[in-house]
T-cell receptor, first 113, second 114 residues
């Protein structure tokens, strides 16, 4: 079945440093989604990328979708303590109308003030 | 985005008992899902809750262990049956946004089985 892999599993950064997490799918995706889960919280939808090579920005967060639509990255510039949490990428399962997602294992970000 | 509530938010249960978790959405949604998230782990899909028919279970999950009801388009329940300590986890319901596969999650139910 479809697999979504994410690296790194953990990342510790000093506040103000940049952070990047990478996501790779075993299959071509119709779209890639990113979610953030704060400690003790639930996953919250951040963004969806649909087009090959697409780049989207949300303030200090930059999301990219690969040309082959099998990989994606999330880059945070100048991390802040509010960025702490686990970032998951997710891709739709194959099969029309399933609406199911396969989640990566997530990258847990710690920010040292 | 939909507003989703779950009850209970947490519970501590004895081995061999069952717990029913409720998920309520503030609007009618077609797709509702139940996930399990073990501590520090990713999200594992248990099943898709189908309105008016039996839930669709993922590999490794069975109806006898995790019966699901979906009586209408805004409500679903997941029961964790005959619990063992291995069932200790966070259980999350989610809904898919209209005509997309973007999902919105409830706050989760943190279950501890002794």
């Amino acid at each position: 079945g479809q697999q979504v892999m994410q690296i790194p599993q953990y990342q510790h950064v000093q506040e103000g440093e940049d952070f990047t997490t990478y996501c790779n799918s075993s299959t071509t995706l119709s779209n890639i989604q990113w979610y953030k889960q704060r400690p003790g919280g639930h996953p919250v939808f951040l963004i969806q990328l649909v087009k090959s090579g697409e780049v989207k920005k949300q303030k200090r967060l930059t999301f990219q979708f690969g040309e082959a639509k099998k990989n994606s990255s999330l880059h945070i510039t100048a991390t802040q303590t509010t960025d702490v949490g686990t970032y998951f990428c997710a891709g739709p399962n194959s099969g029309a109308g399933s609406y199911q997602l396969t989640f990566g294992k997530g990258t847990k970000l710690s920010v040292i003030p | 985005s939909a507003v989703i509530s779950q009850k209970p938010s947490r519970d501590i249960c004895q081995r061999g008992t069952s717990l029913t978790i409720q998920c309520q959405v503030d609007s009618q949604v077609t797709m509702m899902f139940w996930y399990r998230q073990q501590p520090g782990q990713s999200l594992t899909l248990i099943a898709t809750a189908n309105q008016g028919s039996e839930a669709t279970y993922e590999s490794g999950f069975v109806i006898d262990k995790f019966p699901i009801s979906r009586p209408n388009l805004t409500f679903s329940t997941l029961t964790v049956s005959n619990m063992s300590p291995e069932d200790s986890s966070i259980y999350l319901c989610s809904v898919a946004a209209l005509n997309t596969d973007t999902q919105y999650f409830g706050p989760g139910t943190r279950l501890t089985v002794l």
